[in-house]
């Protein structure tokens, strides 16, 4: 659980409020790039409190767009303030912020996506994965378009512990759409139970920690928001490698309303996909007429671990992926249809010529 830390002893000088920068710089919020502005810094106080002490602290933010987390952030002590920033019309405003907390914040124009975080921090603040979290953390108020791929991204880095992970169980405060954020944190068996709930818990500790009303952000979005804690796990509940869990859970629930067996027996071709199916299941010790959301951690540990050995046993099943055989039968039923119209085609247009040369047969066959 996160932890309530308190606020620092720094405090930044008087400054023009975020609504007045915005004003200042022309900024508007870009609907192609999801963004929403969160103008009140109670509420940005309160987001940085569900991240813990950050007394002496470093943080990386993700996405700080015009600063209202940044100044929270800021103003709880830490020793050092990493932003990475895409869009460059927030620059200025931002380093109006670190012309006012110098040696504090350091601003980056970049893709958070493809930052290599790892390579930004003292190499001491590195800790034995098995020690406590080290004093460096996320945070960030994200777009809603890029949530998902980036915090997939990162729970990948967090399996491989590299990336953000390199310095240790890094912990994350990251705000998402109120949907994505029960997703991530629902229970088995709950309805918003989901690829990601099992994803991120069989790595984490994750915790809704605050809901944010739509109509705290400019402009106001059409849903809520969601504060989501993670803290990585000492030991992962499954402890096989990131690619090959993430397509026995995604296999899983891409039929969510249908039977468990349906969707798992999209891992292997359909030549034998009814034998291996239930191989799977027999060896992992789950009923084949659960729901997918009906499946635990515990379901999916056993699932991955069995289907980890046939993947030793038949080299070439991990690499199958049912898409690209549904894929390789609509091309060849395609060109079986285009070569079945081609020759219909020609015999009709042999049978007009016949006509069209002896006109008398035409007359002949109509009466």
Same mark, same amino acid.
């Given at each position: 659980?996160?932890?309530?830390?308190?606020?620092?002893?720094?405090?930044?000088?008087?400054?023009?409020?975020?609504?007045?920068?915005?004003?200042?710089?022309?900024?508007?919020?870009?609907?192609?790039?999801?963004?929403?502005?969160?103008?009140?810094?109670?509420?940005?106080?309160?987001?940085?409190?569900?991240?813990?002490?950050?007394?002496?602290?470093? =943080?990386?933010?993700?996405?700080?767009?015009?600063?209202?987390?940044?100044?929270?952030?800021?103003?709880?002590?830490?020793?050092?303030?990493?932003?990475?920033?895409?869009?460059?019309?927030?620059?200025?405003?931002?380093?109006?912020?670190?012309?006012?907390?110098?040696?504090?914040? %350091?601003?980056?124009?970049?893709?958070?996506?493809?930052?290599?975080?790892?390579?930004?921090?003292?190499?001491?603040?590195?800790?034995?994965?098995?020690?406590?979290?080290?004093?460096?953390?996320?945070?960030?108020?994200?777009?809603?378009?890029?949530?998902?791929?980036?915090?997939?991204?990162?729970?990948?880095?967090?399996?491989?512990?590299?990336?953000?992970?390199?310095?240790?169980?890094?912990?994350?405060?990251?705000?998402?759409?109120?949907?994505?954020?029960?997703?991530?944190?629902?229970?088995?068996?709950?309805?918003?139970?989901?690829?990601?709930?099992?994803?991120?818990?069989?790595?984490?500790?994750?915790?809704?920690?605050?809901?944010?009303?739509?109509?705290?952000?400019?402009?106001?979005?059409? =849903?809520?928001?969601?504060?989501?804690?993670?803290?990585?796990?000492?030991?992962?509940?499954?402890?096989?490698?990131?690619?090959?869990?993430?397509?026995?859970?995604?296999?899983?629930?891409?039929?969510?309303?249908?039977?468990?067996?349906?969707?798992?027996?999209?891992?292997?071709?359909?030549?034998?996909?009814?034998?291996?199916?239930?191989?799977?299941?027999?060896?992992?010790?789950?009923?084949?007429?659960?729901?997918?959301?009906?499946?635990?951690?515990?379901?999916?540990?056993?699932?991955?671990? =069995?289907?980890?050995?046939?993947?030793?046993?038949?080299?070439?099943?991990?690499?199958?992926?049912?898409?690209?055989?549904?894929?390789?039968?609509?091309?060849?039923?395609?060109?079986?249809?285009?070569?079945?119209? %081609?020759?219909?085609?020609?015999?009709?247009?042999?049978?007009?010529?016949?006509?069209?040369?002896?006109?008398?047969?035409?007359?002949?066959?109509?009466?």
């Amino acid at each position: 659980m996160a932890a309530s830390g308190r606020l620092g002893t720094f405090r930044l000088p008087p400054l023009p409020t975020i609504r007045e920068l915005i004003k200042l710089f022309r900024l508007r919020a870009l609907k192609q790039l999801s963004q929403n502005f969160l103008l009140d810094l109670r509420l940005t106080d309160k987001i940085v409190r569900q991240a813990g002490n950050l007394r002496h602290a470093h =943080v990386y933010e993700v996405g700080p767009g015009p600063g209202g987390i940044t100044r929270s952030i800021l103003n709880a002590g830490v020793a050092e303030l990493l932003v990475v920033e895409k869009d460059i019309r927030f620059i200025p405003g931002l380093q109006m912020l670190s012309d006012a907390a110098p040696g504090k914040l %350091r601003i980056v124009h970049g893709d958070v996506l493809t930052f290599k975080v790892e390579n930004a921090f003292p190499e001491s603040l590195r800790r034995q994965w098995e020690d406590d979290p080290p004093d460096v953390h996320i945070i960030g108020n994200l777009p809603f378009s890029v949530s998902t791929p980036l915090i997939i991204k990162w729970l990948e880095n967090m399996s491989r512990r590299d990336g953000p992970f390199t310095f240790g169980r890094t912990q994350m405060t990251l705000t998402f759409q109120k949907e994505v954020a029960e997703r991530l944190t629902a229970s088995t068996g709950s309805k918003q139970r989901s690829r990601l709930s099992v994803m991120a818990q069989y790595l984490c500790h994750v915790q809704q920690v605050l809901t944010i009303p739509g109509r705290a952000f400019v402009p106001k979005p059409e =849903v809520d928001v969601g504060v989501v804690h993670f803290t990585p796990l000492t030991q992962p509940q499954i402890e096989q490698p990131f690619k090959l869990v993430e397509k026995v859970v995604l296999n899983a629930f891409q039929f969510r309303r249908k039977y468990c067996h349906r969707g798992l027996s999209m891992l292997f071709p359909k030549a034998q996909r009814l034998e291996s199916t239930g191989k799977l299941l027999e060896l992992a010790d789950v009923d084949p007429t659960l729901r997918p959301s009906k499946l635990s951690v515990s379901h999916f540990k056993s699932l991955c671990d =069995v289907y980890r050995k046939m993947c030793d046993e038949d080299p070439h099943l991990f690499a199958y992926n049912f898409r690209d055989e549904l894929r390789q039968l609509a091309t060849k039923t395609l060109k079986g249809k285009n070569t079945k119209e %081609r020759a219909t085609h020609l015999q009709d247009a042999s049978s007009t010529q016949v006509f069209l040369a002896y006109p008398d047969s035409n007359k002949n066959a109509s009466s």
